[in-house]
């Protein structure tokens, strides 16, 4: 699987878009982009992933750049309760399920 | 509520004993997966079940053994404990076997072993 690259923290205005961006610049064709989060010591939650296109759902928008090599994760009003560590990961399309976790951004929302 | 169960929620032991953990998928998940997540290490993924088998095995020990039931719950036994086996256990369980497209796993609220 890619290795991804992201800041080890951010931090953002409650309110404010939070935009966290992900590097994988080895990724080839058939990996998605996974991003998950944890809130502090409970267990990781889904957020959203994609392959090539950009995707939104009720949580968060999902933007990968035409030739893939990163990505951006968009919260677009962020809360307090969005403070957590997110992680990107990029996974093969014949993985068998297992989730590799590097150590992740760790945004603060601030009031 | 991710719909996952682990109990106990916390457990101290000692050395060199013996500890079994627990974990409850969704209803209807047929996948689990257990992570360790220490301070040094970050999140580590240990091993996979699907609907009873092994599937898949990343950084499990020797000491430490698992099994998914016939019911479909799942138990990691950790044997011979060191200090360093400290940690949070996180079970997950996904409705598929594997998969880039299908790799949406949901966690549970995580067992923290403490081995004094």
């Known amino acids: 699987d890619a290795k991804t690259t992201q800041p080890p923290s951010m931090d953002c205005a409650e309110g404010r878009a939070a935009n966290l961006p992900c590097n994988h610049s080895t990724i080839s064709g058939n990996e998605y982009v996974y991003w998950y989060r944890q809130i502090h010591s409970q267990g990781p939650q889904y957020i959203i992933h994609g392959l090539k296109n950009n995707e939104t759902n009720e949580m968060a928008s999902l933007i990968i750049t035409e030739d893939r090599k990163s990505s951006t994760l968009i919260l677009p009003h962020a809360t307090l309760r969005d403070t957590a560590v997110y992680y990107c990961i990029v996974i093969r399309g014949s993985t068998l399920g297992r989730l590799y976790f590097g150590r992740g951004t760790q945004l603060t929302v601030w009031p | 509520d991710s719909g996952v169960t682990q109990t106990p929620k916390h457990l101290i032991t000692a050395t060199g004993q013996r500890v079994t953990l627990r974990c409850s998928p969704r209803s209807g998940d047929l996948s689990v997966y257990w992570y360790q997540q220490s301070l040094d290490q970050g999140l580590q993924f240990l091993i996979q079940?699907?609907?009873?088998?092994?599937?898949a095995k990343g950084n499990i020990l020797e000491r430490f053994s698992a099994q998914q039931f016939p019911d479909l719950h799942s138990e990691l036994n950790l044997s011979s404990l060191e200090l360093g086996d400290s940690a949070l256990y996180f079970c997950a369980s996904s409705p598929w076997p594997s998969g880039g497209a299908y790799n949406e796993q949901f966690f549970g609220p995580g067992t923290r072993l403490t081995v004094l």
């Open positions: 079940y699907y609907n009873g088998e092994e599937r």
